[in-house]
């Protein structure tokens, strides 16, 4: 029995084609990062806070499911905390406005959701 | 009744697999990964080899009791829904191709890893009210990949080296074996 097909070969390569294309989109969509940000969290899919990006600040958010330590400082938002079992918000690091139309901070456990928007809203 | 592979025998088989597969992604978590959260996906090696030798009722009921009882001793309610969604999704693929002679065991498996990784988003867009975070996308489909490839290959190595009296291969896959 051969372990390894020719046509396991070509799904194998195309799917990875197809990851480096969506990775190429995604950096074809990334902005230049300029103008004024507002750090936007979401719980449930719901807005619940809206701040300034540029204004330095250090707040826990508590749900029903958990607390995440946010913070803000020189221009970029990071979770510094964070009571779940996986810490990937935690792990992230930064983020900051060049990423803003394809990176987020999610916590997946408290189903939070940051990101970074334009302040005229565009 | 073929004795070789009574229900009984079949049901014992199938919870003894279901234990090491447990295992598996008990261990697993030992193994560091670049990205938090990213898994190997281990112990679907287990419903894998169970597919073309015992049947695919004994791959399902494997797969279904390994992600309740990880859940229920590992996990947490929400973790749960993602576990589930990611098995049945992958689960259902991986049938799909087997069945339909698609591809090898390495092809299948990726298919079960990529198919694992977007039922996870799927309910993540649900969970967190959200389409922003498909650009995880990409990511999640590399990773897919390379993991069930891994898989996919302990897979294929493992299937010929298994005693056929545990594990009777059905005629149809040991035609297309000697095809092979």
Same mark, same amino acid.
């Given at each position: 029995m051969k372990i390894f097909l020719r046509r396991d070969a070509v799904l194998l390569l195309s799917l990875l084609l197809l990851a480096a294309l969506l990775f190429l989109v995604l950096f074809l969509c990334r =902005?230049? =990062?300029?103008g004024e940000w507002d750090v936007v969290i979401r719980y449930r899919g719901e807005t619940v806070r809206r701040m300034p990006l540029d204004e330095d600040a250090e707040f826990l958010f508590t749900s029903d499911e958990g607390v995440n330590r946010i913070v803000i400082s020189g221009g970029a938002v990071y979770v510094a905390s964070a009571d779940c079992a996986n810490q990937v918000c935690v792990h992230h690091g930064t983020l900051v406005p060049a990423d803003a139309g394809v990176d987020f901070i999610s916590c997946a456990p408290h189903r939070l959701l940051i990101t970074l928007e334009r302040r005229d809203g565009k | 009744m073929n004795e070789r592979n009574s229900i009984a025998r079949r049901v014992a088989l199938s919870a003894v697999l279901c234990a090491l597969s447990l295992l598996f992604s008990y261990l697993e978590t030992f193994i560091p990964m670049p990205v938090p959260g990213m898994k190997i996906g281990l112990a679907n090696l287990i419903p894998l080899i169970l597919l073309p030798t015992v049947g695919i009722p004994a791959a399902a009921a494997v797969s279904l009791s390994r992600i309740a009882l990880s859940a229920l001793l590992f996990g947490s309610p929400v973790s749960f829904l993602y576990s589930l969604a990611g098995g049945v999704v992958s689960f259902i693929v991986m049938v799909l191709a087997f069945r339909f002679r698609l591809f090898g065991l390495p092809g299948i498996s990726i298919l079960g890893g990529v198919a694992h990784n977007v039922g996870q988003i799927a309910v993540a867009v649900f969970a967190l009210g959200t389409v922003r975070i498909l650009s995880l996308l990409p990511w999640l489909l590399l990773s897919g990949t390379v993991a069930g490839l891994a898989v996919g290959l302990l897979g294929a190595v493992v299937l010929p080296r298994l005693p056929r009296a545990l594990f009777p291969r059905k005629k149809a896959e040991e035609d297309q074996e000697k095809d092979a």
């Open positions: =902005g230049d =990062g300029s | -």
